[in-house]
């Protein structure tokens, strides 16, 4: 009952607030259009954070709820990311990980959606640090975690495109036997795919959250599109659930089943990562403050229960692991689906809902990357500022930075030719970056509930649980951060080697050093834009 009625009063000190500096935040919406002026709460917040509004609000809550389930895509991905868990734990490491990491990265989720709340902004985590951190420390950490924000999401414009264009190649691998897939091959896909995801991000920006609300229907229907008739034909393959969930193997070797299972778990945070996409959309979200924490958790929740079931359903049609990891496709779901089913039209439909799935996760993720890019830009954070911050008239999107998004993708494919080793080392980025940031942002979100200082006003309020949820995420989610550094065994080639470590490490190195050279005379944090509306 106190946290209900706590966040009843915080409430109303919101709505009051909203009332008392809607007319010092008026003149944001002079001469604007309807769409671009969002409700008296998005002034408010706007006006507080020093920002001006650029972005059309024109997305409501089901069409942000769409962007993030498509962009999460968490039940695709227990069928198409799940091999390194079945190596490391098997199906019932895979399983019993999933559970864990679905309640860690919830008590994460909400803890982001409240600061969502607080400070419904496009710069996300960076904006969060440069507010909530110590004020000794404000400046350098949100520095930090904007580049590894923008990084983290640029390289994953080209690592879903590279997965949407494997599960082409391993459909075109099953139809056609003589078929010999070649490096060049999947480049060539990866550049075709990014170019359309591109130019509709440039011409269709305006239809984006129509379609994302079209998509959400085939993510949906497509979950049961898959799901029925893997269980109406799948009797013959089906394992008993006793086995799928108490079988542990440790396949990578290294002589420790409960190490296993840990180093696994990188399956099931790749299929909870991104979730503060929807964070980054915030300038373009009618009621932001209000819509984006209920889209955010409900994401989680429906995205997380399809998971669950999908991954169970993959577990108990499986059969020999082995078998099904050397498949010639290449994607051991391919594989399931041609065993199930035993036809290759079948296999070829229910497969093609998920590489729809990929590219427009693809669209939504070169959106998110976009709109970070512009932010930080927009605060000085980047090199020629200036140009990506810019937003042209009539386009109302940041165009010069859906620009930059598409080269770096196109640029990035084109190590594959050279080398798939080195590619891989380059968009392992993005998981370590992107946990790296959240484990930033709720530390200092924790440390001043620690300190007993006063938070900034919202619309979605933990209340008492606040400190407990904010511990337990930092805890599990830096968990998480040390376990994706693992290789799959314990004595790794080249090629089987975990370089995300290598890349992180590259990438903080290099943004400590800018920030030491040009960074700390340009860059002052979104804190010193802040005006007091009290």
Known sequence: MSTIKNMMEQEKHAHLGATEVVETASYHAQGLPAEKKGTDFDQRDMHRMGKFQELRRNFRFVTIFGFTMVLMAT?????????????????????????????????????MAEMASMAPTTGGQYHWVSEFAPPSAQKFLSYIVGWLCVLGWQVGN?????????QIQGLMILNNEDY????????????????????FNT????KLPFVEGMVLILHLFGFFGILIPLWVLGKRTRSEARTVFT??????GW?????????????????????????HMAEELRDASKTLPRAMIATALANGAMGFVMLVTFCMHVGNVEEILATPTG??????????????????????????????GCVTNIATSSRQLWAFARDKGLPFSGWLAHVRQGWDIPLNSVLLSYAIAVLLSLINIGSTVAFNIITSLGTGALLSSYIVSISCLTLKRLRGEAL??????????????????VLFITLAFIMTFFPSSPHPDPATMNWNILVFGTVVVFSVGYFLVRGRYRYVGPVMYVRNVD
């Not at 079988?247 to 990578?252: E, H, K, M, V, Y």
């Open 203 to 206: 011409f269709f920006a305006h």
């Open 158 to 166: 080209t690592a879903i495109a590279f997965l949407s264009s494997q």
């Open 255 to 279: 002589g420790n089943m409960g190490l296993s299972c840990l180093i696994g778990m990188l399956s099931p945070i790749f299929s909870f990562i991104g979730p503060d996409s929807a964070t």
């Open 75 to 111: 039940w695709e991905a227990q069928l198409d990311a799940n091999i390194f868990g079945l190596i490391n734990g098997g199906t019932g490491g895979l399983i019993w990980m999933y559970i864990a990491s679905f309640f860690g990265f919830l008590a994460a989720i909400i803890s």
């Open 247 to 252: 079988t542990f193997t440790d396949g990578g």
């Open 180 to 199: 010999v897939p070649q490096r060049w091959h999947l480049t060539l896909l990866v550049i075709a795919l990014v170019t359309f995801c591109q130019l």
């Open 331 to 360: 994607q051991p779901f391919i594989q399931l689906f041609y065993n199930v089913t035993g036809s290759k039209a079948s296999t070829n439909a229910m497969a093609s809902v998920l590489i729809i799935m990929a590219t427009f």
């Open 456 to 473: 900034l006003p919202s619309r979605f309020s933990l209340g008492a649980a606040g400190l407990p949820l904010n511990i337990f995420s």
